[in-house]
């Protein structure tokens, strides 16, 4: 299932599900009309599905960036409205801030806009205390890491090496003079960055939230979403964002928002520079690569403004093929904050459950939806303690598995009591873990709920994880299961699986088609699991891996693909 549709691109919120995912399965357990009901709604992507095959949606979570992505998904508007009100706001965002963006061309002389800035940081060298500058150290390396060394001294410098500041270095311009956006030495903007005339939100990193810990924020000084912009992208920001807060038309204003929200991590520190072509923003976690770019403000916001039209055009497009009109939007789709173990909501009141509930301790959404938080107007954060997640470090308020388990089961529970005797509830789950498997696994039978074995399905992210790529073989799984359950008595005892059984069942999944990745035969045999009454407790993607490799199996780099070892 490719992620790469119109709603899909739209908006950049962690682990959406594809609407054309949730689509077939929304179809097929209900009838036009009816109620899906989704209590780990995240950016709403079962709202816009439910919405765009004629269902209601009652959606819940308790993201606060989820909740004004998920209703803004839905909030169609006239997409020329849209395009004349979001090209008025950059114009008059570009009045009060000047023309930040623009420097000479060093073919022409005249002045030409920036579209990027590469940024390298400053690293202090080990051996003589000199300051280097990582970008310039890496060309001068002839762009090989390992050959990184000071200019001074000799000694190596490398990604470890203490950063003491940030610098400008090569602008990427756009000029009449040429059809091709051209790549020339940082100059100095003739317009200074605001001062004083504009403000930012910039809220503090508390070191108790995890991606502190797991960014060493407080060694790089990145201790509030502020220092993760460059000044003048700050600067930018707020005149884009006051510009759209002035927007009459609350639908408009609504809708510009979504669209500001979108481009917030790609206008940050956090978009890693390549010298192939741009990678992309780390949206999962804080990272800031030793090279990065600076994108332009409005430019990104402009593109973006186009992509949402995209989006609103596919969902009526959706709507139409199905003979629906626009009517009632905020009546068939609802989105509160609300915590899935608590649900305001009417025994026996929803057709149909289909919903993707945090993975363990995969991402942390509260933290990562901070940077986006801050600019809202609400005011309003995510509340970390309510999230369902399993801490990796204990920071004073530690959030354990068994905390997780607990929740995921009241969350089934509630599941189970909203919904309408013989209902269906479709559960989208991922991890790498056989322990959080089993987890799992005990959550549904203590809800009173039964796997249809028959119903159990599987979601291809369509994208390998950047991590083990270097041996070829991910440590994180990039596909994901779909459960389908229903009420019912299950016993919570299962038989661990023999070993030669797992060393089986892995071999026939790797030999049964020339397109498996070793996430597909890890999750194919998680599924394998569930329809035999497993214990998963033992069955970790690194497991599967090692028994790949004992078959003489290896990846293709190229494809990510499984393929024999040749002799």
């Known amino acids: 299932?490719?992620?790469?549709?119109?709603?899909?691109?739209?908006h950049a919120y962690l682990t959406k599900v594809p609407v054309t995912a949730a689509i077939p399965f929304i179809e097929a357990m209900t009838a036009p009309g009816d109620v899906v009901l989704d209590p780990f709604a995240g950016s709403g992507m079962t709202g816009v599905a439910a919405f765009a095959a004629g269902r209601q949606a009652r959606l819940f979570d308790v993201?606060?960036?989820?909740?004004?992505?998920?209703?803004?998904?839905?909030n169609l508007v006239d997409v020329n409205t849209l395009r004349r009100q979001g090209a008025a706001a950059v114009k008059r965002a570009r009045e009060v801030v000047g023309d930040l963006y623009q420097v000479p061309c060093a073919e022409c002389g005249v002045l030409a806009e920036t579209a990027k800035t590469i940024w390298s940081v400053?690293?202090?060298?080990?051996?003589?205390?000199?300051e280097a500058n990582?970008?310039?150290?890496?060309?001068?390396?002839?762009?090989?890491?390992?050959?990184?060394?000071?200019s001074r001294c000799g000694a190596r410098i490398s990604t470890r090496s203490a950063r003491v500041g940030e610098v400008p270095v090569v602008d990427s311009i756009t000029c009449a003079c040429s059809a091709r956006q051209r790549e020339q030495p940082w100059s100095q903007p003739p317009v200074t960055p605001c001062a004083g005339r504009l403000s930012w939100p910039d809220i503090p990193i508390e070191p108790t939230r995890q991606m502190y810990q797991a960014s060493a924020l407080g060694r790089h000084g990145l201790t509030s979403t502020?220092?993760?912009?460059?000044?003048?992208?700050?600067?930018?920001?707020?005149?884009?964002?006051?510009?759209?807060?002035?927007?009459?038309?609350?639908?408009?204003?609504?809708?510009?928002r979504f669209a500001f929200t979108a481009i917030l991590t790609r206008a940050s520190k956090r978009y890693q520079w390549s010298r192939q072509r741009p990678l992309n923003a780390a949206n999962a976690n804080y990272y800031v690569a030793p090279v990065f770019y600076e994108w332009n403000v409005f430019d990104l916001f402009s593109r973006k403004v186009e992509a949402v039209a995209r989006s609103d055009a596919w969902i009526r497009e959706r709507r139409l093929e199905r003979r629906l009109t626009e009517d009632g939007v905020a009546e068939q789709v609802t989105y509160e904050i609300a915590s899935a173990t608590s649900l305001p909501l009417d025994d026996g009141s929803v057709d149909y459950v289909f919903t993707d509930p945090p993975f363990g301790s995969n991402i942390f959404y509260s933290d990562m939806n901070l940077f986006q938080e801050a600019w809202l107007p609400s005011g309003q954060l995510t509340e970390a303690g309510l999230e369902a997640v399993v801490d990796r470090t204990d920071t004073g308020c530690y959030r354990s598995a068994d905390r997780y388990e607990r929740m995921l089961t009241e969350?089934?529970?509630?599941?189970?009591?909203?919904?309408?005797?013989?209902?269906?509830?479709?559960?989208?789950?991922?991890?790498?873990?056989?322990?959080?498997?089993?987890?799992?696994?005990?959550?549904?039978?203590?809800?009173?709920l039964i796997v249809v074995p028959e119903l159990i399905a599987t979601l291809d992210k369509g994208q390998r994880s950047v991590k083990g790529l270097a041996s070829g073989f991910e440590h994180v799984a990039t596909v994901d299961l779909m459960l389908t359950m229903t009420a019912g008595c299950a016993s919570a005892q299962t038989a661990p699986p023999a070993p030669a059984d797992v060393a089986t069942a892995v071999r026939d999944i790797a030999s049964s088609s020339a397109d498996v990745s070793p996430s597909q035969c890890y999750v194919e045999l998680v599924r394998e699991g569930f329809r035999q009454g497993w214990d998963l407790s033992a069955i970790d993607l690194s497991a599967v891996t090692r028994l790949l490799r004992d078959a003489n199996y290896e990846v293709d780099r190229s494809t990510g693909l499984l393929r024999l070892r040749v002799s």
Request: proline share 3%.
């Open 411 to 448: 969350a089934l529970r509630e599941c189970r009591r909203v919904l309408k005797p013989h209902g269906y509830i479709t559960l989208l789950f991922g991890n790498s873990s056989g322990a959080v498997w089993r987890l799992l696994q005990r959550a549904i039978a203590e809800a009173g």
């Open 63 to 74: 993201s606060v960036l989820g909740r004004h992505i998920g209703r803004n998904y839905v």
């Open 134 to 150: 990582f970008y310039e150290s890496l060309r001068d390396a002839t762009w090989r890491k390992p050959q990184m060394q000071c």
């Open 1 to 10: 299932m490719k992620r790469s549709d119109p709603v899909y691109m739209a």
């Open 122 to 130: 400053l690293v202090r060298c080990d051996g003589c205390g000199a």
């Open 226 to 256: 502020a220092a993760f912009y460059s000044r003048r992208n700050l600067c930018a920001l707020a005149a884009l964002r006051d510009a759209i807060e002035a927007t009459d038309d609350a639908a408009i204003r609504g809708k510009l």
